[in-house]
């Protein structure tokens, strides 16, 4: 992949958005070339934070695990998103693990470039605290989700979030463009497999969704929003 296509995606992403061409440029120039095969780690949960990432190609899925052993999905990263917001935050190490779920290309950015580029160019450090404040706002509904709303609630929350962020229309409906597993669906949501496996056979029975081996289509969208704003 020639630069070209790399520096309209630095250009685009919403943390360097508004650096001067001759600053992509230089941006570039200091930044590395990753490729990771669906299944490697990026970085792991405790890792020194040295460095911030973005995704180019391929999908990336954010877990992090307590003291009991118990993984939860984060989030998922897509093209011309971040992985490492930490390094903008001063933070030491990476509070979860970022893992590709497809083969991804991304490109990295020491955390010393970072700060330099955020000194120089105010835009960056504006653009971080938005970005980041973003990220709050996500973990605040995360966490409101998981104290008041019902399993189903949160199950019919976590697939229309994948639907708005990779979600793809097809004659059949919209379907979750990369590779999603029940146990994803159900560290997502904060709940168990076989509670996600019986909410999903309920709802393909009533035709809302279609299931297949790490496939999920909406078929209802509307009945999906439904069930995710009152549980019925």
């Not at 460095?51 to 999905?73: H, K, V, W, Y």
């Not at 083969?103 to 960056?124: F, Q, W």
């Not at 996500?138 to 104290?147: D, G, K, N």
Request: charged fraction near 25%; aromatic fraction near 4%.
């Amino acid at each position: 992949m020639d630069c070209c296509p790399d520096l309209d995606l630095v250009a685009g992403n919403e943390l360097f958005r508004g650096i001067p061409v001759d600053g992509l440029g230089a941006l570039l120039a200091a930044a590395g070339r990753k490729r990771l095969a669906s299944g490697d780690v990026l970085f792991r949960q405790g890792d020194a934070a040295d460095s911030l990432f973005l995704l180019i190609e391929g999908r990336l899925r954010a877990t992090q695990t307590a003291p009991d052993g118990q993984q939860i999905i984060i989030r998922y990263v897509g093209p011309g998103e971040i992985a490492g917001y930490t390094v903008l935050a001063g933070g030491d190490v990476h509070p979860g693990t970022v893992t590709a779920v497809d083969d991804s290309y991304l490109i990295g950015c020491r955390g010393d470039t970072a700060r330099r580029a955020m000194e120089r160019y105010p835009v960056v450090a504006r653009n971080a605290v938005i970005l980041l404040g973003r990220r709050y706002h996500e973990m605040q509904v995360r966490l409101r989700e998981l104290s008041t709303e019902r399993v189903e609630q949160r199950i019919g929350h976590a697939l229309l979030r994948l639907a708005h962020q990779c979600g793809r229309r097809t004659m059949s409906g919209i379907e979750i463009a990369f590779p999603l597993s029940r146990q994803d669906l159900a560290e997502m949501a904060g709940t168990t497999l076989h509670t996600v496996s019986r909410t999903l056979r309920a709802w393909e029975e009533r035709g809302i969704v279609d299931c297949g081996r790490l496939r999920v289509i909406l078929r209802k969208p509307h009945a999906l929003v439904a069930i995710a704003d009152d549980g019925s």
